[in-house]
């Protein structure tokens, strides 16, 4: 009754849009390799990572990671990060996807034509449906008109005759879509391939379809810091955060040998973990830094901060182990107390000495005024005792 009534299944809408996709795909220059895809709810709703076929990576596409370029219909041109270990798209393809208000059903033919940069047309699952659903509904329109006979000289009669009665009762599909939609339908058909591949085919977009799920490689698989990514949720957060502080953070893994953001809470803003993960990296830091007279406040701010990442899910709990045998080790043993009572008597020393050289820096400074004062007074002596000599004489002149 369903098809009678023209809406079709889910599972028809797809296979028919992956029909026309494969009759634009077939349509293409044969130089320029491509492939289709079907969209899945992880491509346009929750991880938005688009894995692609296996093989095909292996063959056309660079093996690190790379920016690829994926150009629209219309020549709009979008920026997205190939990651060549999971053979997939990742930052760069939300946007894409949201921009061009991609759906599950949805069909993709993406065709590489250049080394780094994809040509894509997109087959909507949507206007599939109403097509589909349209043409359902005329055929059923014409078995009733015809009666079951075939009437080839009253054909195109009875269809316009069917569409008239059809316009006032809902959406009319025009004449010239049918006939192209006929047509097509007539064309598309699966290609056959042959055993060998179909099997090596179907094994790789298995293997891709694993990886769409985008679950994260086991820490021990990260070869170095070249193909070490943040992934939270499926969704790369790398471009959040800078080279200098992913490169702390991957240490900081490694030292653990696991992803520290592995069970943080699902479904967090991803900017606030590049933050959490920030955060995380400058107390790792200040702890290395820190001396045995660092304020306890601040040993306490920084338990305080982890404690909270740590409810979160954030793997921080070897950092607070450090920082309670530190508190521990300057704050809490006889030993701890000499210990800065020792520097305290260092610092205050170390201020008198420094005090006394000032003070014997300025001594030495008055010392150079005072000779430079000494040697001028003696050259006005001189003078002065002139002057008084020929004073007297003339005070000693007879009248």
Known sequence: KAATEGTSSRGEVMSSAVLQAEEIQSNLQSEFPSFVKSLVRSHVASCFWMGLPVSFCKKHLPDKDTTIILEDESGKEYNTKYIACKTGLSAGWRQFSAVHKLQEGDVVVFQLIQPTKFKVYIIRANNTRELDGAF?????????????????GNTDIDVVTCNASKRKHGKSIPLDVRKKKKSSMSRMRPK??????????????ALSEVMEGYKMLEFKDVKGFENFSIIVDGMPIDVELSTEVRNKYYNLCCSQHAFLHDNLIKG????????????TVNIADAIKVSVICTPRF????WDKTLLAFEHLGMNVEFLRVRLRRLVSIAYETNDALEARKYLACRNEYTRA???IKNMEAKLEELKGACYEFGAYLESLKCKAESYHVKFKKEVATPW
């Not at 359902?136 to 080839?152: F, V, Y």
């Not at 967090?268 to 955060?279: C, P, Q, T, V």
């Not at 601040?298 to 701010?301: A, I, P, S």
Request: aromatic residues 4%; hydrophobic residues 25%; charged residues 35%.
């Open 136 to 152: 359902l509904s005329l055929d059923n329109c014409i078995k009733q008109k015809m009666g079951g006979k075939t009437c080839k």
């Open 192 to 205: 056959a391939r042959p055993p060998v591949e179909q099997s090596e085919n179907d094994s790789d977009e």
């Open 268 to 279: 967090m803003n991803y900017k606030l973990i590049a933050g959490i993960i920030s955060e």
């Open 298 to 301: 601040e040993f306490t701010n």
């Open 353 to 355: 000495d420094d005090e």
